[in-house]
């Protein structure tokens, strides 16, 4: 969550050699963003003080190292988190009125006190425990289809096609994913049919967006309700009857990784996990450096900032972005096969209810960059988990507000409360060659 | 978004004017220029041909190919995933016959279903019977033509109002909570107050993304999906917590009933379901028609979609423009809030009160062309695939989502009208013109 005024550090920018003025003077964002989260932190806790202790268990049964249970008393746990965080934000004021931007680290540092005490206050007096495994590990399953759907968003746009569809590409594919794993019994043909439909549904958008220019947000609404409507028709009409043989897909067991996996905490979260989940490191890496660091990025970027340009030194805008979007298609393909060959082992109604429109949030929290859209994946897929794991230690905090967060967290985004998120400069826009 | 493509809007009115002048240039050059000796017969058939060409390339005969195709795909659908189709298509060569019964029966079902769910019903008892169906197509068609307005008239300011789940949900919660919680007023003041209470819950949430549209530059859509989300579970909140939304003594989260003096009265008798709410559509549907085409608001409004920053140098306060313009359209979404929660689902709402609606209304908004009339015979159209699905599924086992994909085929095929005409093989309007009047039309557009 950066929220420092940051230097443009757009990718290809000279930074060296070159005399750099600084115009623009450090905002009060940061500063003022880490008061306001330490003193409404500080209100809870005086409102709201917790009795007993809290119980974190940082491994799992089955780890072969095994840590004990921590028991810590809750609320001086949690006002010496409050303590740090303060001191945090008086760095950064003190900082700000050097005229100086508050570090990255220093702000990471504030939201993981935060949430130490936020867990140890919320999980106060409870029998349950807070399992620190299993709130990592769901965060990473949760965050896959975001993450998957999020890059299928920033390469699109970054070509300059808005791309609403992720969630009808997900929903697409997850449901095809369904049918060919049931019929063929393997979890791989249904990655394969995942992806396959998630890049027709791309296809079509593509159509209707490039070759047709219709305007990009109506197509991407709307392939959202056709594929809504054409997957749970096909559902009751077809899977329903015929559960046993189209709707029992298999899924993919998880495929431990030796010697890394046994790392303390994060082991078992990172490297005992789906092939699904391996793919995605290796995706976000992929993506991340096809649009930097090859010619083929370059272009791409070319044509979602200024086609016309790119478009006078030869680069075909209408292949590249067809290119794009069914790469994205693709990406979103795999987000959706998470659905029904990791998570669960059938298609349901609407089963992705909504995640592609927080992967659309995650791509605009992350500026279209793959990275921080797969941080922000994370960050989304974490918050949600988080409610799950509160129920069970019995939290105070209603679960509507938990699920409410990456919605809030991206409308301050998209408002510049939270750094500034620019989209690409001919997002949206139709070329008209001439 | 002015800078985007105008293309989806297929707008009946400039493409008419164009067209009747061309007309009228041809006449004048026919009187005055041709010879007096010419075949007059030669004369009709030209014109005959004419006035077809004219129709064909009229917009609203791409919106009745577009609907004809969705159709057509919702047929073959329908076919496909029928049990006698396919078990008759199994021995096709050994009695085709039975292949083609067989799907006049599915196919033939399923439209006479959609149709007797509709529009008129004959197998019923009595003429008030028989002709019930059609005041179902009106009460459904009442949101859909209150929120297609909203989406309309935001369309019109160049803004893409994608929130309408999000507006309808909190205009719902607010016209419930004034219809349950406020007691003792009399009958029609408690039904206003909680119809303004909607209106203004819609206008609220709306117009937060027109202030931070106007404020940050913030990218409504974006802006409008988020709201939706935050709606939902705001509102998934206020119904499960007692004391704010939920029924008293009861654990799901639902609301209260509507009370009867907080509802909207029947407009037809007991007998139908239809109640004012349709009045109240009507009215907003004239009321737009007003704003947008009589007034200076509303011309302001347009001008703002047209081109923003022509319209500053005019002097048109353009942010605050976009924020009148959000509070206006949330406001109409608002209105269909408030008619599911006192007239369509009186028996106590829960959170999926928007039943869709939001989404349906950006269809209803693009068919009708975001021109009230349009909306106004759009809502109708899309009530009555609404109402006729529900008949359709009840006695064909047809599920009722195939309205959504024959709806939002529509949506697809109108918004490209190139590859209607490719399709139906319809001439393009714009072939047809002189160089200069297509370079004028050209110019129109951009």
Redesign the interface.
């Known amino acids: 969550m950066s929220a420092a005024v940051e230097a443009p550090d757009m990718p290809g920018t000279p930074s060296d050699g070159v005399e750099k003025r600084q115009v623009t003077q450090v905002g009060w964002k940061a500063a003022g963003g880490l008061i306001v989260i330490a003193a409404l932190f500080a209100l809870l806790l005086v409102a709201a003080p917790r009795d007993g202790a809290t119980k974190f268990a940082l491994s799992r049964g089955s780890d072969a190292l095994q840590i004990p249970l921590l028991e810590i008393p809750a609320m001086p746990l949690a006002w010496s988190c409050l303590v740090l965080m303060a001191l945090i934000a008086a760095i950064s004021v003190a900082r700000t009125l050097a005229n100086r931007t508050t570090s990255i680290w220093a702000i990471a540092a504030f939201g993981a006190l935060f949430l130490v005490g936020f867990l140890a206050w919320a999980g106060a007096g409870s029998s349950g425990t807070l399992s620190i495994v299993s709130l990592l590990s769901g965060s990473l399953l949760g965050a896959v289809p975001l993450i998957y759907g999020s890059l299928s968003g920033v390469i699109g746009e970054r070509s300059g096609v808005?791309n609403?569809a992720i969630e009808g590409q997900m929903l697409a594919a997850a449901f095809t994913a369904a049918i060919a794993g049931s019929v063929t019994g393997s979890p791989f043909a249904g990655l394969f049919a995942a992806v396959l439909a998630g890049m027709l549904v791309a296809l079509v958008l593509a159509l209707?967006t490039v070759t047709?220019?219709?305007?990009q947000?109506?197509?991407g609404?709307?392939?959202?309700?056709?594929v809504?409507?054409?997957t749970?028709?096909?559902y009751?009409?077809?899977l329903v009857p015929n559960a046993a043989t189209l709707n029992t897909a298999p899924r993919f067991g998880s495929w431990t990784i030796p010697l890394l996996s046994d790392i303390p905490v994060i082991g078992p979260v990172l490297f005992d996990q789906a092939p699904l989940i391996y793919l995605m490191y290796l995706v976000v890496a992929g993506v991340s450096f096809a649009l930097y660091r090859t010619r083929w990025g370059l272009r791409l970027r070319a044509v979602g900032e200024h086609p016309k340009a790119a478009d006078t030194v030869g680069v075909n805008v209408e292949r590249t972005r067809y290119l794009a979007l069914l790469i994205g298609g693709a990406c979103a393909g795999l987000g959706g096969a998470f659905y029904t060959t990791v998570a669960i082992d059938k298609f349901g109604l609407n089963m992705t209810a909504?995640a592609g429109?927080i992967a659309?949030?995650a791509m605009?929290f992350g500026k279209w960059d793959p990275v921080r859209a797969a941080l922000a994946g994370l960050l989304f897929g974490f918050a949600s988990n988080l409610q799950n794991v509160l129920s069970v230690v019995g939290s105070p905090v209603?679960s509507?507000?938990m699920?409410?967060v990456p919605?809030?967290v991206?409308?301050f985004a998209?408002?510049?409360l939270v750094g500034r998120s620019r989209?690409p400069a001919a997002n949206?826009?139709?070329y008209v060659k001439g | 978004m002015s800078?985007?493509?105008q293309?989806?809007t297929p707008e009946p009115g400039p493409e008419k004017e164009p067209g009747l002048s061309e007309e009228l240039e041809q006449e004048v050059a026919r009187e005055s220029g041709a010879p007096a000796g010419l075949d007059a017969g030669e004369d009709t058939a030209d014109r005959l041909a004419h006035a077809l060409q004219q129709t064909m390339s009229h917009p609203w005969t791409v919106a009745a190919g577009a609907i004809l195709l969705a159709v057509l795909v919702g047929s073959v659908?329908i076919a496909f995933?029928d049990e006698r189709v396919t078990s008759a298509a199994g021995y096709f060569f050994a009695r085709p016959g039975d292949l083609f019964t067989a799907l006049g029966d599915s196919i033939g079902g399923a439209y006479s279903a959609l149709f007797r769910g509709a529009v008129f019903n004959p197998r019923a008892d009595g003429f008030a019977a028989q002709i019930r169906p059609l005041t179902e197509t009106f009460n459904y068609a009442t949101p859909l033509i209150a929120a297609g307005l909203g989406v309309a008239l935001a369309f019109r300011a160049g803004l893409?109002n994608?929130g309408g789940q999000g507006q309808m949900l909190i205009a719902a919660s607010a016209a419930g909570w004034v219809g349950f919680g406020v007691t003792g007023l009399p009958f029609g003041v408690h039904t206003l107050l909680a119809v303004a209470a909607g209106i203004a819950g819609g206008a609220v949430w709306a117009g937060i993304a027109g202030l931070?549209k106007a404020?940050?530059?913030?990218?409504e859509?974006?802006?409008t999906?988020?709201?939706n989300?935050?709606a939902f579970?705001?509102v998934?909140?206020l119904l499960?917590?007692p004391g704010l939304l939920q029924a008293p003594g009861s654990s799901n989260p639902k609301a209260p009933p509507t009370p009867a003096s907080a509802q909207l009265p029947g407009l037809l008798g007991e007998r139908y379901n239809l109640h004012w709410g349709f009045v109240l559509a009507l009215a907003a549907v004239v009321f737009v028609w007003w704003l947008l085409n009589r007034s200076s608001q509303g011309f302001a409004f347009r001008a703002v979609g047209e081109n923003p920053r022509a319209a500053r140098v005019a002097g048109i306060d353009v942010p605050w423009t976009t924020v009148k313009v959000m509070l206006v359209a949330g406001g109409l979404v608002g209105i269909a809030g408030a008619s599911q929660v006192l007239g369509q689902v009186t028996t106590g709402f829960g959170g999926d009160i928007d039943a869709g609606i939001g989404?349906d209304a950006?269809?209803v908004a693009?068919l009708g062309g975001s021109n009230p009339w349009g909306v106004l015979a759009a809502g109708i159209l899309f009530g009555a695939f609404k109402a006729g699905g529900t008949a359709m599924q009840a006695s064909e086992g047809?599920?009722n989502?195939?309205?959504?994909?024959v709806?939002?085929?529509i949506?697809?095929f109108i918004?490209?009208p190139?590859?209607v005409r490719a399709i139906f093989r319809l001439p393009d309007p714009d072939r047809r013109r002189t160089p200069r009047e297509a370079r004028k039309a050209r110019k129109e557009a951009a």
Request: without cysteine; charged residues 5%; aromatic residues 10%.
């Open positions: 808005i609403i209707f047709h220019r219709v305007n947000i109506i197509v609404v709307v392939l959202n309700v056709l809504l409507g054409l749970s028709f096909f009751t009409q077809v909504g429109f659309l949030a605009i209603p509507q507000f699920l409410m919605y809030v991206t409308l998209v408002a510049g989209p949206g826009q139709p | 800078h985007q493509s293309e989806p659908m995933t893409l994608i931070l404020r940050t530059g913030a990218h859509v974006i802006v999906i988020m709201l989300w935050i579970y705001l998934a909140y499960a917590t989404f950006i269809t693009l047809v599920p989502d195939i309205v959504l994909v709806q939002s085929l949506v697809l918004a490209a190139p590859l």
